[in-house]
């Protein structure tokens, strides 16, 4: 009795989660085979469509900078003007070997079914809050900045001037100059080697 109990259960399929049947490859009256008999498609999938999980790769050099909580806006292609504000829910903790980038999850809440799975969108993430400062230009920084300090030319007077600035985060695009110049200042982009 106990083991007619056993299989009569397994006739009923039950979901672990609310959510919608997104794929169904068996219909009513269809036979279904068992793994031992070479059946390996899934009956039906069911997916969750009221909290939705969107996946992003981290680039190497920001896997350090990035923890769960940290602020991200999301927009998808699809949504034009729509922004979705939450924080980061997990991370991997470990890179992908091959790609060098490290999966990071955040959980987005749709109670209105807006967005769906596979969409694409962009993601940023707010790292780190911006320090006081300014950003120039990687290419005005003339010799080595690696120590925090770094060296550039300001346009005083019409005149080049050589100036010691000290250099927060870099990004080999735009560099943060914490002291040295101000947003007023005229800075020269790529100086030539001769320029004194």
Do not use: W
Request: net charge negative; glycine share 8%.
């Amino acid at each position: 009795l106990e083991r007619a109990k056993v299989m009569l259960a397994y006739t009923k399929i039950t979901s672990p989660y609310d959510g919608v049947v997104t794929m169904r490859n068996y219909h009513p009256g269809a036979f279904v085979r068992s793994p031992e008999q070479g059946g390996q498609v899934p009956v039906l999938a069911v997916d969750r469509t009221d909290l939705m999980r969107v996946q992003v790769r981290i680039p190497e050099r920001e896997v350090p900078h990035i923890q769960p909580g940290d602020k991200v806006v999301i927009r998808f292609d699809a949504l034009p003007g729509q922004e979705f504000a939450v924080p980061v829910a997990r991370i991997a903790e470990s890179e992908d070997a091959a790609t060098r980038t490290m999966l990071a999850e955040i959980d987005v809440p749709n109670p209105e079914r807006r967005i769906r799975d596979h969409m694409y969108g962009r993601v940023e993430i707010t790292l780190d809050d911006a320090q006081a400062g300014v950003t120039v230009p990687s290419a005005c920084l003339v010799g080595d900045s690696s120590a925090g300090e770094g060296q550039l030319f300001v346009v005083e007077k019409g005149e080049a001037r050589l100036r010691k600035v000290r250099t927060g985060r870099d990004t080999g695009i735009v560099v943060e100059v914490l002291e040295g110049v101000t947003a007023e200042d005229r800075v020269v982009l790529r100086p030539p080697a001769g320029l004194t």
